[in-house]
């Protein structure tokens, strides 16, 4: 197997690098704390970035669990990588991985530092530092399925390619994995169903809201609305319900929401509510 190493202290932008490396080097398969990722899909593995402590964070990004390992080790074998990108904070994590996952003994190293400028180095670091954001070189659909913590904006990444005039375009993600903000702030509940609320004056002519109930844990939130409805198209409207909620939760808090469920408790036959 060829193996290519991008390596750089932590926080330095290597996520936000790693695409551009692989198409680079005609590479489709990216291990990146602790999964295995294919073209724009995550195709095994438990990413370090959904652990609750920086130590749980550590142990997945090495593969130190067996079952993950195995995990990850039979999608190399069944997939028949003959390409893969390790982003790794140092050589010995990076033969780590390789040992672990045995794949090989020898690489070719990417340092971050020949690679990036300074200025970008330092900014990322002030990123990484100041808010916590962690770069997923995966497109924000894909992070949404797999990932808790809060998600920021998706990011384009536009490249020439080399001795062309063509450009190639990726998306990442940036994200405030859990460990980063637990214990450093939350959101109430309070202010989330004034949100929902608020949301729900958007269809106060055929809805009638009875109750919000938000509940929260280490992976997100998740929001029960009971309604009352008329009778007409009911699962569209409340499609569009949870279609508003959730744009206008995520757009005002960034928090990652798990569920949205709409409750229709009573049906009206009258014209109003």
Known sequence: MEIYALIGPSG?????????????????????????????????????????????AVKRAIFENESHKREVKRAIFENKVEKILIIGTSERMVNKIIKRLDIGDEYQKISIFDIASEDEINEAIKMRKGQGIHAVP??????????????????????????????????????????????????????????????????????????????????????????????????????????SISEAVENMTLINIKNINVNIIKVYTRLKI
């Open 138 to 243: 995966l497109p924000t659909f894909e992070v949404k399925k797999h990932f808790s913590g809060i998600l920021r904006n998706p990011i384009k990444l536009i490249f020439k390619i080399k001795d062309t005039d063509e450009t190639k375009t990726f998306e990442k993600t940036l994200i405030r994995p859990n460990f980063s903000y637990i214990g450093k702030f939350f959101i109430s509940e309070r202010a989330i169903v004034q949100i929902v609320k608020n949301e729900m004056d958007k269809f106060s002519d055929i809805v009638k809201v009875f109750a919000i109930d938000v509940s929260q844990n280490n992976d997100g939130i998740e929001i029960d609305v009971s309604v009352g409805m008329k009778p007409c198209m009911l699962n569209e409207t409340a499609k569009d319900v949870q279609k």
């Open 12 to 56: 330095t932008g290597k996520s936000h690098r790693a695409l551009k490396i692989a198409y680079e080097n005609g590479v489709d398969y990216i291990i990146d704390d602790g999964i295995l990722i294919y073209q724009t899909k995550i195709l095994a593995g438990i990413s370090a970035k959904n652990a609750n402590t920086k130590m749980e």
